[in-house]
């Protein structure tokens, strides 16, 4: 919900990535999503990785077709039975989405393939507030900013919460340091001349 707050703050209108599992778990968090006019995106039910406790295992491009189709399926059902809002765009977890298979299923879904152009790394950031660890967030930020071209749509990923199987001391839940760098790295779009748009860039 801080996340929340920072974008009305600041007016701006993102894109969630949710999980099904996550939706089913946390449904007033979705439907606040939603009422805020955010768009949510289809990140698979239960985040399927290569990591020991996922469930399934295995990077999700190369599951079968038939688990793929669950996965997408199950999320985006969950999604509208919640919010009522149509997911119209997919991310497979840690970018897995590649295969001729994934493409395919997501297509036949309605569903277009989002990644990202920037990786803050906050996926991966330590369990309490840093702010060097801030500062080279934003530093992935600047670096977007700098190569950015005149109409080309930068997607920056960033994490409001920990879907994957890592255990905490491993991968940590923590996102402090995502709310804390957030306000600087929308300054930072916006005073280089970029607009927030959906992951098609209308």
Request: net charge negative; hydrophobic share 45%; charged share 15%.
């Amino acid at each position: 919900m801080r996340v929340l707050a920072v974008l009305a703050d600041l007016n701006v209108r993102g894109t969630f990535f949710v999980t099904g599992a996550n939706v089913q778990t946390h449904p007033e968090v979705a439907r606040e999503i939603a009422a805020q006019g955010h768009l949510l995106g289809n990140h698979t039910f239960t985040h399927p990785q290569d990591v020991p406790g996922s469930m399934p295992r295995g990077h999700f491009d190369q599951l079968p077709a038939r688990v793929q189709a669950s996965q997408m399926d199950r999320t985006s059902q969950q999604i509208i039975a919640v919010t009522g809002a149509v997911p119209h765009y997919f991310r497979g977890p840690g970018g897995h989405h590649f295969s001729a298979v994934t493409e395919r299923l997501a297509a036949q879904r309605g569903l277009q393939v989002a990644h990202w152009t920037a990786d803050c790394g906050d996926w991966n950031a330590p369990p309490q507030l840093s702010a060097a660890f801030q500062d080279s967030m934003l530093a992935v930020v600047d670096a977007a900013v700098t190569a950015g071209v005149a109409g080309v749509h930068q997607s920056v990923l960033l994490h409001d919460a920990k879907a994957s199987a890592e255990p905490e001391g491993e991968v940590s839940s923590f996102r402090g340091n995502t709310v804390a760098a957030l306000a600087r790295i929308i300054h930072a779009f916006r005073s280089a001349g970029f607009a927030f748009t959906a992951p098609d860039g209308t």
